[in-house]
């Protein structure tokens, strides 16, 4: 609409231009003074065509770098998403200059908007609860100054001021959250979850059974045996074994028959060895997180059956003393 308006305002002026000129020629020639007044008509109009086509292309000009700074923008928006997911796991970088040195960006044309001027760009993080369960969340905001090279949106420091944000003046902006990722990783720490504690109660049920098979010969009989009532042999832990546990006088199926040693809870290697045993990946030794395993075979401390495992992923604390 300002464009059709821009034209229609032009058309008027070179009408009443051409209507001036026109009749100042007509004096002119009754007077004897021929000057090429067709010639002068033709240069003006030329030049008010030329500086109204310049102002069309300036204005293309500047649209093409708002469409670049909002494509850029999107980039550098899954660039962070790919640095939290890959690299930072559970931050987002400092400054947009990590993203180039973790390798999450190699075109060094993105460190600058369209108009030159290094990109805007602050984070902040909020514990929320998703679905019941506390986790952190990442958010940031990139934007561009625009044409005037001032900004105007500012940063952010908090969830509120990230919730409030919008670009203001000639700004360009996008935000950055991590809900989606963490609600996507928290489906897989749930899962990873489950599947752990399947096969530690699959590896206590075939440990008993075996135990039971043993010692149901007539004779022979291994001395580890206990008869009481006929059979019984639950006296022993059949979880797989962890130096979580310290109660003293527990007796342990693996440690006494099979001869395996504790597994060091917590160790990332040690963990990732017990997944292996499991016969699970062993990148379930950590969570989606980077937490690390912690396994206690007797959480209550028990020295008789019924014996009852515990499981949690630990950023450096004993997680299972929480439990």
Known sequence: MNRIRQNRAIMIMLKRLITSLSH????????????????????????????????TIMSRLESSKVQAAEAQLEMLRDSLGRYYTQVGINRLPATLDDLFREGNLVDISLRRDPWGNAWEYSQTNATVRIEDTPITMQMAVISSRGKDGVAESGGISSENDYNAWQTRGDDIGIKYVSRDVEMQRLAEYRARAQLIIDKLEAVESASFLEAQNTCAVVEGAPSWCTSIDGKNYTLFNYYPMSDADMTPGTVYYADKVLGKRAYASGNLSEMQQM???????AAYAQDPWGRILMFSPNITQRTDPPFSASLCFSGGENCLERN
């Open 24 to 55: 100042t020629a007509g004096l002119a020639n009754q007077r004897g003074a021929m000057f090429g007044m067709d010639a002068r008509i033709a240069l003006i109009v030329a030049a008010i065509l030329t500086a109204a086509g310049g102002v």
């Open 275 to 281: 997944m292996i045993d499991l016969g699970l990946p």
